[in-house]
């Protein structure tokens, strides 16, 4: 029941965020929408199409290499499948992280190491992130004589740096030591498992070369990401510098991970209106072309993740059945 209502709560969320922004928008700007689609460059789309495809695997890959850090060993085939039934489930639940949870649920099932299963996907998502800003943040300094960049730096630079102090505590030992009372809350042994889970990032500790691997694949999948809004905007004929995709979307992306939507819908589209329409030349309508074809996009590849999900029926449930800690 819970469930339900968060549901219908985040999907009104959705519905209000995009209400309100085809009400700035308006009914005679939306009216062109359709002429995005009449006027594309398709090769284009199914460029930047195949490239997110490609992002995904790239993304397997990592996460595999993170999970042999937790001693976790899984085929490719399993990884595949794991990850798609989550990104599928993305479309349905908070933020574009909400398929994470899905992933962790049925990895912890099928291997009974909860705890690993939490923290290899948890840190799968925090490079990812890293890289992001990475990129965002060389771009940033490279262009300092743009006012979009300048504007913007506080907020790439505060989010570079929150994000490296959440990984330096997560990974110091010292921290994890000063928590340790947490150790014993016997309340349906939420000691242990906090412990458990303590331990679980510890293990990336003695696991360098497994990060910096995770870290240098999330700065190939994140440029993808970048690229492939920029071959969209090339679609559509938008007179966008490659430059400001490098600087604006990783701050999309972390908008649009904020948990308030079902899947990022709404942030997204009103974070791509707010980056992207502040440049003279792009207009509320093309950012939100831009905006909803990354969508739709997304959407289309990730309904394979449903395919297999229906494939594999009940097998996939009975398959990942194993106790936990």
């Known amino acids: 029941m819970k469930k339900t209502i968060s ?3 985040r999907a009104g969320v959705s519905g209000i965020l995009i ?12 009216g062109k929408l359709p002429e995005y689609a009449r006027e594309a460059n398709y090769l284009w789309l199914a460029a930047a199409t195949a490239l997110f495809f490609l992002a995904l695997i790239w993304g397997i ?3 595999g290499w993170l999970l042999k850090a937790q001693n976790i ?3 490719f085939s399993d990884l595949f499948t794991l990850t798609y039934i989550g990104f599928f ?3 349905f639940l908070p933020g574009v992280v909400g398929g994470d949870l899905v992933k962790f649920y049925y990895l912890g099932k099928k291997t009974g190491k909860m705890s690993s299963s939490f923290t290899s996907v948890f840190m799968d998502r925090v490079i990812g992130f890293m890289g992001l800003l990475s990129i965002a943040f060389v771009a940033l300094l490279l262009n300092l004589k743009r006012t979009a960049a300048r504007e913007f730096f506080p907020l790439i630079v505060g989010a570079t740096f929150l994000l490296l102090i959440i990984f330096f ?3 110091n030992h010292k921290f994890h030591k000063f928590l340790s009372f947490l150790y014993h809350i016997k309340w349906l042994r939420l000691g242990e498992k906090i412990q458990n889970l303590f331990q679980s990032f510890q293990t990336y500790r003695q696991s360098p070369r497994a990060l910096l691997k995770a870290y240098l694949i999330s700065l190939l999948v994140q440029f993808q990401m970048i690229i492939i809004v920029y071959f969209i905007s090339l679609a559509f004929h938008l007179p966008i510098p490659a430059v400001y995709f490098f600087l604006f979307f990783p701050l999309v992306a972390v908008i649009m991970s904020i948990p308030v939507s079902i899947s990022g819908l709404g942030t997204r589209e009103w974070a ?3 980056f992207f329409s502040s440049l003279p030349a792009v207009s509320e309508v093309d950012a939100l072309a831009l905006s909803l074809s990354l969508y739709l996009i997304t959407l289309f590849t990730s309904l394979w993740g449903g395919v297999i999900y229906m494939w ?9 059945t194993n106790t936990s800690e």
Do not use: A, D, M, P
Request: aromatic share 20%; net charge positive.
């Open 19 to 30: 209400y309100l922004l085809f009400l700035q928008i308006g009914r005679e700007n939306l």
């Open 7 to 9: 549901f219908i709560i």
């Open 73 to 75: 060993h899984l085929s």
């Open 61 to 63: 890959i990592r996460w």
């Open 169 to 171: 505590l997560l990974l």
């Open 89 to 91: 489930f993305s479309n």
């Open 272 to 274: 791509f209106v707010f």
């Open 312 to 320: 594999k029926g009940g097998e996939i449930r009975k398959c990942y």
